[in-house]
């Protein structure tokens, strides 16, 4: 918040005037109310003290005064900003200095290269005669001397700005390694994030002192609309050229955008766009169509550049990289495929997917069962491609006259002739003797010639065609049963022949697949045709982009470059992350840093002043709060934190998750240390040793979440208020035990009447009791009672035990005689998970744990 | 000093607080009237004026046979007494009307004024000396004038007390008897001369040269301005007189500054007071009654122009 203040010098002044006043005022008014009394002794007193003063030093209260400081040292150390003059009037500074000026082209948009030089020409001026100066801009490592400077802007102007981004850091460095003398370097520049954010100018500024001169950047940036990305639709082939999509950006915001996009061709205007930002759009995408007549028209295999143009209707709407350069190649290949159909299946037939590589690959495709002799209508294809199988001849796959025709005419490429075995192929007879006559063409041989006899096998088949000079294709040296073809180029007629020496179907030895084909045909046609340097077959390929234009390679080209995205985005610096700046006026150059230590920076220091301030406030409110109300005990104002604080201390917090035995009807119970030792060993539940005991029912008796009933009788004989309340203590989910019940048949129907959707039934072994902490087997009968409860609200709400099971689990040496085959361990866990019951009722029914026990299975 | 809770102090005083210098027991004879004690140098038989040898007394007041008994110096004469001449004079000054409303605001609970200690001492002195037998004048010195208050009883002093009380003793000009001017009290006699003054005025010349009588100045002044450890140090005080002149409590009590000037003051007034007369007593209203009936007791005070008890 504080940073997007903008303080001027003036506004401060009025604050601090306006401060002062407030001050004085209050003074005064604090003055006023100082209470004078009359103190008639002064009358006869002869005191040396100084009367009291018209204006006086008023000691206020310290809280207030604190904070003032600090608000006051937060505000200096923010405000005011130290200057530190770099060339002081007529003391000659004549150390070497270096001015760089940064020609990017996030320069270009806020100003001319005209407006540029002469802010140039006059900071050169400044400088001239108070240090050694040289001066260098970014579009070379050339250094220019004083001597130069009084044209730099004419230079500037000549240079103009170039489209290349730049990289500080590695500027300076090239700079460094060629002028290692400078001691103070100017960098003429923006605050273009792309430009600096590789340079550490803090730690070459232990060596040199570096300054800033801001350039431009009157007020704020104007929109910049810029093509970010350019592709060609997904397409295959031919195609591919036709539909683009371009995705054009924008950086700022809020302004509705209209304009043009322009595609041209060797200065031919293809196609037309317009396009539209609305207030809050950031990014675009155009489709455009180019027109197929003019790209057929062009020449084949040809790298064209397509320039794309953006113009914006706006007047104000300035745009520094409005043109975007991208390779075009018009892809007019053409592939004839000879191969006979197999079937239906498009699976079978490895031709089908071969044609479907070359389609992906750029080419026109056209398949043929058998070749014929007379030219196709059209272009002459650039790839024939045939497949021989057992029961062809070979005149009926072998394009002889494709190839002998070339020798009347002069074609600029050579044509590829590609021949290839199918699967089932057995005798390669023919394949051999379309291989000699194309090697041969245009001299036609009639029969097929002996050495083609009696080709049974891949190696003779390999064989004859190294004897016939045919140069091997994959495969190792001198091993050229491994490769995958061999090669021939008739230099007659201008072709390359490639005779495959294995089928193109999916093999597991040869390592082709149907999904690698397309690359090995790619591999294949470029290393035939010598291709490798240009990018053959994507169209629209990637135009570069130059990052830094000191550290580009002698190819690339800064002036057509694209114009990188650093620089586009127009991402600016903050300007305490870049070096003192330089300002030029009328009085001089000052060297203004925007905070006095930059190695630490003040705004958090600011932040926690603004806290204490804050804290103050608050703590004086809270103070004086206190303060009123008890005027007259001033130590409780005094020292009221320290009450507080003691208070705190003094009132714990009790602990939870404890539970108490709560008992009804019982003779003295002895202390429970030995139970609440098994409880805590078993569970994490805090059982008290000290149980709550009544003898009657009492208010305090139904805050417990259980109560334990010596004999039925005592709730037989309750009164009628008495019993309401614990039946609605049941229903509010009290669980009740009642031990010796004997049948207890009156307690039951009493119940029951209350709660006629209850249900009484014995416990079965399923029961949650059984199961709710310990697997207990069975419960222990009393003669012929057993364990009974009251079902109620999806719960059990009261347990009636039979024989006196309190007394079991607390006198282990006496047990009851109805208990005598019952031992005091399962005593304890019957105890237990009554507890746990008591607790938690049915836990082991929620769901609520699942995912988390799934998630730990799998 | 701080004065233990429950002693009874000046502020509390009545006309009726018994008061009976130790040297003198009052012995109700016809023949036995005021205050003033005579020693008259002659031997007597009555055990009740015998007192030890002093060095320098008459040989002849031994009582020789006593010596040889017990072989101590005793010595008998003959004392008798006569009534006395009491002057009251009261200096009222604007300055005992203080501590005003506004101090006492401050601390919350009604204060006892300087004036009102002022007339509870002088209408007890009063009260004791008719008692006594002595012939007493109560003067009030008002603006240059002496309002004369005549009191020929003890009764006529407590009636006069209650009247003060009920006007929160500030006596209105009807209660007086008459009024003089200051040339007649100062030519009148008295044989002693009791002033009621917190001194800020200064001691009058007429005053300190009056002939013919032991004076006593009885200086009234409060506790808060004996010990002036309340004041705070954020309020400015000033006086009326020169309200011009106006301090910083802080600037007060720096370094005990006024209770050291107070104290400088004190000495000087009372050095200046003892040059011409015999006895100051200075009085607060947190004076324990005691401890001012003591003071009394003094060379120049209620003793007499008789030699004091040694």
Known sequence: ?858 | MQVPLGTPVLRQLTPFHGFEPSHQRYVPLSRFHGSQRLNLMRPTRMPASSRRYNHGDPVNLIDWRAYARNEQLVVREQNDEASCRLMLLIDEQPTLDWPDAVIEQRFGHSLCTKRELTWRLALHLSYQSLKWGDAVRLYCLRDGQALSLTLRSQVDAAIFFEKMLAQKFIAPLDLFNERKTLDVVRAERCDLLFWFSDGFAGLPDWLLQKKGALGCWVQVLSTLEVDPSWLKGDDSYFDESQAVREYMGAALLQENYLQKAIGRWQEEMSGQWLKHHRNHILVTDDTPIQSYLMSLEKPGGLSGRGRGPS
């Open chain 1, 1 to 858: 918040m504080i940073q997007d203040v903008i303080w001027s010098l003036n506004a401060v002044g009025y604050l601090g005037i306006l401060l002062i006043a407030g001050g004085l005022i209050l003074w005064f008014i604090v003055r006023r109310q100082k209470q004078r009394l009359w103190l008639p002794v002064l009358r006869v007193i002869k005191l040396d003290l100084t009367v009291l003063p018209k204006f006086r030093w008023i000691h206020p209260p310290l809280w207030p005064l604190l904070c003032f400081f600090l608000a006051c040292l937060a505000l200096g150390i923010y405000l005011f900003e130290p200057t530190e003059p770099v060339i002081k009037g007529d003391n000659l500074d004549l150390r070497p200095t270096h001015v760089f000026f940064d020609l990017s082209p996030s320069l270009a948009l806020t100003f001319s290269a005209a407006q540029y030089g002469e802010e140039g020409q006059r900071l050169l001026d400044q400088l001239r005669d108070k240090a050694k100066l040289t001066f260098s801009f970014s579009t070379g490592p050339e250094i220019f001397t004083a001597a130069d400077s009084h044209d730099v802007s004419k230079k500037i102007n000549a240079l103009g700005f170039h489209r290349a981004g730049l990289k500080l850091g590695a500027a300076v460095d090239r700079l460094l390694q060629k002028a290692p003398d400078i001691e103070h370097l100017v960098i003429v520049s923006d605050r273009d994030q792309g430009t600096w954010e590789d340079f550490n100018w803090r730690y070459l500024e232990k060596k040199m002192q570096i300054s800033w001169l801001s350039a431009g950047m009157g007020g704020a940036l104007p929109d910049n609309v810029f093509i970010d990305e350019l592709k060609p639709r997904d397409q295959s082939g031919f195609q591919k050229n036709l539909a683009w999509t371009v995705l054009m950006r924008r950086t700022g915001q809020g302004k509705a955008l209209r304009g043009q996009l322009k595609a041209e061709l060797e200065g031919r205007q293809l196609a037309a766009h317009d396009w539209q930002f609305g207030p809050d759009g950031k990014s675009l995408e155009v489709d455009i169509a180019l027109p197929q007549e003019i790209l057929l028209q062009q020449t084949q295999d040809k790298l064209l550049v397509l320039n794309w143009e953006i113009s914006a209707s706006g007047p104000g709407d300035l745009l520094i990289d409005n043109t975007f350069r991208s390779w075009l190649q018009v892809q007019n290949q053409k592939a004839l495929l000879i191969s006979r159909p197999r079937g239906e299946m498009f699976l079978d037939d490895s031709v089908f997917h071969l044609k479907t590589s070359l389609e992906v690959l750029g080419f026109r495709t056209q398949r043929v069962d058998q070749w014929s002799p007379q030219p196709a209508l059209g272009m002459p294809p650039t790839l024939l491609l045939t497949e021989v199988t057992p029961e062809s001849t070979m005149r009926s796959f072998c394009p002889i006259e494709a190839v002998s025709r070339r020798a009347n005419s002069t074609p600029q490429h050579d044509l590829q002739a590609w021949i290839l075995p199918s699967a089932d192929l057995l005798d390669f007879g023919e394949i051999c003797y379309c291989f000699a006559s194309l090697l041969q063409a245009p001299q036609v041989i009639l029969e097929r010639p002996a050495y083609c006899d009696k080709l049974e096998h891949r190696d003779q088949y390999v064989g004859v065609l190294q004897s016939l000079g045919a140069v091997q294709l994959g495969g190792s040296v001198d091993s050229p049963l491994g490769a995958l073809g061999m090669t021939f180029r008739n230099a007659a007629t201008k072709t390359k022949i490639l005779a495959f020496t294995v089928p193109l179907n999916p093999m597991q030895k040869g390592g082709i697949s149907f999904g690698q084909l397309p690359l090995m045909i790619q591999s294949v046609w470029k290393f035939l045709s010598g291709e490798s340097t240009v990018p053959a077959f994507g169209s629209g390929a990637v135009w570069p982009r130059i990052e830094d234009i000191s550290t580009s390679l002698a190819s690339d080209d800064p002036a057509t470059s694209n114009v990188p995205l650093a620089e586009s985005l127009l991402r600016q610096m903050a300007t305490d992350q870049l070096p003192p700046q330089l300002s030029v006026s009328s009085q001089g150059i000052i060297r203004q840093s925007s905070l006095a230590s930059r190695e630490r920076d003040a705004r958090p220091w600011i932040y926690l002043c603004l806290s204490l301030v804050v804290l103050a406030i608050w703590l004086e409110a809270l103070g004086y709060g206190f303060a009123r109300m008890f005027q007259k005990q001033s130590w409780v104002a005094r020292w009221f934190g320290l009450i507080i604080f003691i208070s705190y201390l003094s009132h714990p917090d009790s602990a939870e998750g404890q539970v108490r035995m709560n008992a009804l009807g019982y003779a003295p119970l002895p202390q429970l240390t030995s139970i609440r030792r098994e409880v805590a060993a078993r569970t994490s539940i805090d059982f008290l040793e000290s149980a709550q005991q009544f003898n009657s029912i009492q208010r305090e008796t139904l805050l417990d979440p259980w109560l334990w009933v010596a004999q039925p009788q005592i709730l037989e004989n309750l009164d009628r208020s008495h019993w309401s309340e614990v039946m609605a203590w049941l229903q509010r989910g009290g669980f009740l035990i009642v031990e010796n019940h004997g049948g207890a048949q009156r307690l039951k129907q009493q119940i029951l009447e209350q709660n006629p959707q209850g249900v009484w039934k014995p416990i079965p072994p399923d029961h949650e009791l059984m199961r709710s902490f310990h697997l207990l087997a069975s419960l222990p009968q009393c003669g012929q009672f057993v364990w009974e409860g009251f079902h109620f609200d999806q719960r059990i709400a009261v347990v009636l035990v039979p024989g006196d099971f309190m007394r079991m689990l607390l006198d282990e040496r006496n047990p009851p005689a109805c208990f005598s085959k019952f031992s005091h361990e399962q005593a304890v866990r019957v105890f237990i998970n009554l507890l746990m019951v008591a607790l938690a009722t049915d836990y082991k029914k929620d769901q609520i744990h699942l995912p988390e026990i799934l998630k730990r299975l799998r």
